[in-house]
């Protein structure tokens, strides 16, 4: 597997990302997803990355900068055959990786409460990954899961 920034131009890792845009908003309640769309991913704040195995897709993840010492993780999604194989793992410690590597001391995520999301959520929790209040520009809300990871 090799994880390299994500080429928003390739059909590919666009049906990925647009999947998870889909299905994050299908799985919860109206106005609560906050998945991005691909036009929102180009952000220059934004680095999209990649996991590949030769030609095959496996995983897409983002890091978006919320400010100097602070990052949130966005659009992490791993194609259902590749699930339960250490992807998604791989696809988290190479942002929180990259995150470091950006001299962010804190990096945060919003996941869904319900039980589509439950994967996800032990998944951070596994990384050191614990529940927060709110954080940026989200507000309370009981259809959404707010976790934080102080980074040393």
């Known amino acids: 597997m090799t994880i390299i920034a994500g080429d928003l ?7 990925l990302l647009e999947h998870h845009a889909t299905t994050a908003r299908a799985e919860t ?3 609560s997803a906050h998945a991005l769309d691909l036009a929102s991913l180009k952000a220059s704040d934004i680095n999209v990355w990649a996991a590949w195995d030769c030609d095959t897709l496996l995983a897409v993840g983002a890091l978006k900068r919320l400010s100097i010492d602070h990052g949130e993780i966005k659009s992490m999604h791993t194609a259902q055959a590749c699930r339960r194989k250490g992807v998604g793992t791989a696809m988290l410690l190479h942002i929180v990786e990259a995150a470091r590597a950006m001299g962010l001391s804190r990096l945060s995520l919003e996941t869904g ?3 589509y999301f439950l994967p996800a959520r ?3 929790k596994r990384h050191g990954f614990r529940e927060c209040p709110p954080f940026g520009q989200y507000v309370p809300d009981p259809n959404s899961v707010f976790m934080t990871l102080e980074l040393p």
Do not use: K, T
């Open 9 to 15: 131009d390739n059909s590919q890792v666009c049906a």
């Open 113 to 115: 409460s319900w039980p």
């Open 122 to 124: 032990e998944l951070y």
């Open 29 to 31: 309640a109206r106005g």
